[in-house]
């Protein structure tokens, strides 16, 4: 193995047999232990996978649940042993990897402290001398004499990241258990992988948090259905993992179910003097489409049909990301200076389209247009949930938008002295 490399995977397959016969009873197990068929599904966790990683690396593996992440990292960890291909690991590796490994519940946190630390090889001395550390870093010097049991998950992942990180490794395997902890403990993590960036710490990192991938990684791999199908860059990673989560968003749900649509009607006013229609996200060229690559130009529109005579209708759009509370954009006929819309009669169809900001960045989207009286006190039509649109490609992908302006950044001249002021 080359010195630079300390992880190599080269065709690494992980199948697991699914057996058909299930043991409810002593009775049942003794049964099925002397047939001479058993039939079991054969599940192929990870398939052919190759890669490796230099010492030194941040290293990101990302994939949507069940890709084959955690199997991959308990191969790294020597869990579990590849069904055909190899691992290699050159150096000492500490793996976090399951929440609670290592622990006893029955036990009390200080004597969780002293067992961990010698399933990782420290001897009672310098776990005396590191238990101050230890204790300080995960803020639980209140609980120290409490059983494990009684801790949250919370809890428990600072503890055992705390004794982690003591251990003088080569490698450090994290997967996902750090999201158990709050923000303020996240963060103190971060600042400790801000420091490993400084050493030759080799870290192989999963997560499902991107900005924190983007932050921390220069490489990746990205897993689906248990085979590499992008590595190298992590923003290159990153982007066709976005475009998968995209694509299948975009098949899994319908632009509006039957519970927006009782939604919906609950929420019109009895007053049906117009409806919308065809409420649809377009672009550039008016060509309808739900998946839009960031900064690409995205147009939403919809017809009213007008069903009593109206005049001055206000119609208008509120654009929703999916889990924030308040809308990231909202605008309508009054707001962009058509005072007066005009007046309609039963039959008259409207039409009606606004381009949302290019800035807008990744994540799924909501289209809520509606339309009401010129005073708006009175809604005509309301659509919850008309219509979903996604957007992905982001590299600022954390925030909800990004700047349109330049940031201006430099050193101040310490030399130049103010001017004096006259009176």
Request: glycine share 6%; proline share 2%; charged share 25%.
């Amino acid at each position: 193995m080359n010195n630079e490399v300390v992880i190599k995977v080269d065709h690494a397959t992980k199948n697991f047999k699914l057996p058909h016969n299930k043991n409810n009873s002593v009775k049942s197990a003794v049964i099925n232990f002397y047939k001479r068929n058993k039939s079991y599904d054969l599940q192929k966790a990870l398939n052919d996978v190759t890669f490796e990683v230099k010492k030194g690396d941040f290293f990101g593996i990302v994939g949507r649940n069940g890709s084959g992440k955690s199997t991959l990292l308990k191969l790294l960890a020597g869990i579990y042993s590849p069904t055909k291909g190899n691992v290699a690991v050159n150096g000492k590796l500490i793996p976090f990897i399951e929440l609670g490994v290592g622990f006893s519940p029955e036990l009390t946190g200080q004597e969780n402290v002293y067992l961990n630390g010698a399933l990782l090889g420290f001897s009672r001395k310098e776990m005396n001398a590191l238990y101050k550390d230890i204790v300080d870093f995960a803020e639980l010097s209140k609980f120290m004499n409490q059983k494990l049991k009684n801790y949250s998950s919370g809890m428990q992942v600072r503890l055992a990241f705390s004794i982690a990180i003591r251990a003088k490794s080569d490698i450090l395997l994290i997967d996902e258990v750090l999201a158990v902890g709050d923000a303020a403990f996240q963060a103190k993590c971060f600042d400790y992988f801000a420091q490993l960036k400084k050493t030759d710490t080799t870290v192989i990192f999963v997560s499902h948090d991107r900005s924190s991938l983007e932050r921390f990684c220069e490489k990746g791999i990205l897993l689906n259905e248990g085979k590499i199908i992008e590595s190298g860059d992590i923003h290159k990673v990153l982007n066709t993992y976005s475009g998968i989560i995209m694509e299948e968003l975009s098949h899994s749900q319908s632009t509006s179910t039957d519970q927006d649509k009782d939604i919906n009607q609950k929420s019109n006013s009895k007053d049906k003097s117009a409806s919308i229609n065809n409420t649809k996200t377009v672009d550039k060229d008016g060509i309808s489409k739900t998946q839009f690559i960031y900064g690409e130009s995205i147009s939403i529109d919809y017809e009213v049909i007008v069903k009593k005579t109206i005049i001055n209708p206000i119609l208008g759009i509120t654009v929703w990301k999916k889990n924030i509370d308040s809308a990231i954009y909202a605008t309508n006929t009054l707001i962009e200076g058509y005072k007066e819309t005009g007046k309609f009669v039963k039959g008259d169809k409207l039409y009606f389209k606004a381009t949302i900001p290019q800035t807008i960045n990744d994540g799924e989207f909501y289209v809520e247009p509606a339309i009401a009286n010129e005073s708006a006190t009175i809604v005509y039509d309301q659509k919850l949930k008309a219509t979903t649109f996604y957007i992905s490609g982001s590299n600022n992908p954390h925030s909800l938008i990004s700047s349109v302006d330049k940031i201006v950044f430099h050193k101040i001249d310490s030399s130049i002295k103010p001017k004096k002021t006259t009176k």
